[in-house]
């Protein structure tokens, strides 16, 4: 059996636009994402990651209690933000590992049908994502309570191994490519 993505209905000739699209995209979320100093402090020493994974009331709270007005205010443009670069990174990880199971495995193999899996995975990390930010969301506009830090938490974890395992796939791939 072979599985299928709905990329692989981008014809050729665009497949290298929409990369470089959505590379673009990618490295302007990064930079929008990791750029808020002011939300760094000894309770957040990683920023909003450090909310993200607080997975408790009082973590969260001290997180929070921790950011001035204006941090505060970045936070929530953060996650305006995010629910854009969400759609960006899931699209160019899943991309990525379509384009690889094509040019790495013959169609239906394990591997194929692996890969392809991992692509829609992407998506379903790009949910966990959006989910994540709604619990982060609520925890800023003050409803620092059970269970919106343990839902934060319980999506971030797998939203990164997701993530993670793609861009490993895919860096993987091409190292494998560009030594063949």
């Given at each position: 059996m072979q599985l299928w993505h709905p990329l692989h209905l981008?014809?050729?000739?665009?497949?290298?636009?929409?990369?470089?699209?959505?590379?673009v995209a990618l490295t302007l979320g990064l930079a929008s994402k990791t750029n808020h100093p002011s939300l760094t402090t000894e309770q957040?020493?990683?920023?909003?990651?450090?909310?993200?994974?607080?997975?408790?009331?009082?973590?969260?709270?001290?997180?929070?209690a921790s950011w001035e007005k204006g941090a505060l205010n970045e936070a929530l443009s953060s996650l305006y933000w995010d629910n854009f670069?969400?759609?960006?990174?899931?699209?160019?990880?899943?991309?990525?590992?379509?384009?690889?199971?094509?040019?790495?495995?013959?169609p239906g193999t394990l591997e194929y049908n692996l890969a392809i899996l991992l692509a829609?995975?992407?998506?379903?990390?790009?949910l966990l994502d959006r989910t994540e930010n709604f619990a982060?969301?609520?925890?800023l506009r003050g409803a620092v309570k059970?269970?919106?830090?343990?839902?934060?938490?319980?999506?971030?974890?797998?939203?990164?191994?997701i993530v993670?395992?793609?861009?490993?796939?895919?860096?993987?791939?091409?190292?494998?490519?560009?030594l063949s």
């Open positions: 981008i014809p050729s000739g665009l497949t290298d636009w929409l990369v470089l699209g959505l590379l957040a020493p990683c920023g909003i990651l450090s909310l993200e994974l607080a997975g408790n009331e009082e973590k969260a709270s001290a997180i929070i670069f969400l759609l960006a990174y899931s699209t160019a990880i899943a991309l990525g590992c379509v384009m690889a199971a094509d040019r790495l495995h013959a829609w995975a992407q998506w379903l990390a790009a982060l969301e609520k925890m059970s269970p919106w830090p343990q839902i934060a938490r319980w999506c971030a974890i797998p939203k990164f191994i993670v395992a793609g861009l490993g796939y895919v860096a993987q791939s091409l190292s494998s490519s560009l």
